[in-house]
C-alpha cells in the first residue's frame, strides 16, 4: 500500500506571495491533518480534515486553510506568506473513523520564505 | 493544559539499550504513541499504546505506561547505528481531538559504534 504523498518536496516563495501544498492520503483513510514542524515550536497542528469538513482546527491565523476533495485527498493554501511561515508542513491520515486510528505522516514539504 | 515533555539527547553505545522518557500532562488522553523522525524526512509511527495498559512490546520497542504518574517510555534493546534519529512522543487527548496530536519536543537519540 503507498503511503502518504506530499508534494512538492520544496518550495521558495516570496513574502507576501501564497502558497498551495497538495497531500494524496494512504487508501481507504478519510481524515486527512496537516501540522506544521519548525526548529522553534516544534510540531503544532494546523487542522483535520474528514469526509471532506473540516472537523478540528488549530491556533493559527485565517492566512491558512484547507480543503478536502471526494477522494480524500487535500490541500493547504498559506496566503500573504511571512518569513515565519518558513517550516515543514507535514500531512497526516488516518481512518478517521475512530480515535484508535494512528496517523500516518508523509516526509512533507519544506517552504522557505524569502 | 495540554504538555508533552521530553528530554532532549540521548547519547548510547551500539549494542546497549536506550530509554527515552516522556510525561504528558492530558489525563483523558486515551492513547500515546512514539514516532521516528529521520534527517530530511517525516515521522514514522513507531508504535502506540492504549491508556488502559501498562505495556507494549513489538521485537527491540518495549513502551512502558505509568497512567498515575503520566510517564511514558520508550525501550530499545540493542540499539543500532540505524535507529539515531529524532524519536517524538505524542499524546492524542479525547476522542474530541481526533487528527490532533500533542507532541513532545523530540529527543535526538545518538548510536556511537
Known amino acids: 500500500k503507498a503511503g502518504v504523498t506530499q508534494t512538492p518536496r520544496y518550495l521558495i516563495k516570496t513574502r507576501g506571495q501564497q502558497v498551495t501544498l497538495s497531500c494524496s492520503p494512504i487508501s481507504g483513510h478519510r481524515s486527512v491533518s496537516w501540522y506544521q514542524q519548525t526548529p522553534g515550536q516544534g510540531l503544532q497542528f494546523l487542522f483535520e480534515?474528514?469526509?471532506?469538513?473540516?472537523?478540528n482546527k488549530g491556533n493559527f491565523p485565517g492566512r491558512f486553510s484547507g480543503r478536502q476533495f471526494s477522494n480524500s485527498r487535500s490541500e493547504m493554501n498559506v496566503s500573504t506568506l511571512e518569513l515565519g511561515d518558513s517550516a515543514l508542513y507535514l500531512c497526516?491520515?488516518?481512518?478517521?473513523?475512530?480515535?484508535?486510528?494512528?496517523?500516518?505522516f508523509g516526509n512533507g514539504t519544506r517552504l522557505t520564505v524569502t | 493544559g495540554e504538555d508533552v515533555e521530553q528530554s532532549l539527547f540521548l547519547s548510547v553505545r551500539e549494542g546497549d539499550s536506550s530509554v527515552i522518557n516522556c510525561t504528558y500532562t492530558?489525563?483523558?488522553?486515551?492513547?500515546l504513541y512514539w514516532y521516528k523522525q529521520e534527517p530530511g524526512a517525516g515521522l514514522q509511527l513507531l508504535t502506540y499504546i492504549f491508556s488502559n495498559m501498562d505495556m507494549k512490546q513489538d521485537q527491540r520497542l518495549t513502551v512502558l505506561l505509568n497512567k498515575k504518574d503520566k510517564h511514558l517510555s520508550l525501550r530499545i534493546a540493542d540499539t543500532q547505528t540505524g535507529d539515531s534519529a529524532i524519536y517524538f512522543c505524542a499524546e492524542s487527548g479525547g476522542s474530541s481531538n481526533t487528527g490532533k496530536l500533542i507532541f513532545g519536543q523530540g529527543t535526538t537519540l545518538q548510536v556511537k559504534p
Open positions: 480534515y474528514f469526509s471532506e469538513t473540516q472537523r
Open positions: 497526516a491520515s488516518s481512518l478517521g473513523d475512530r480515535e484508535a486510528s494512528p496517523l500516518h
Open positions: 492530558d489525563s483523558s488522553s486515551t492513547y
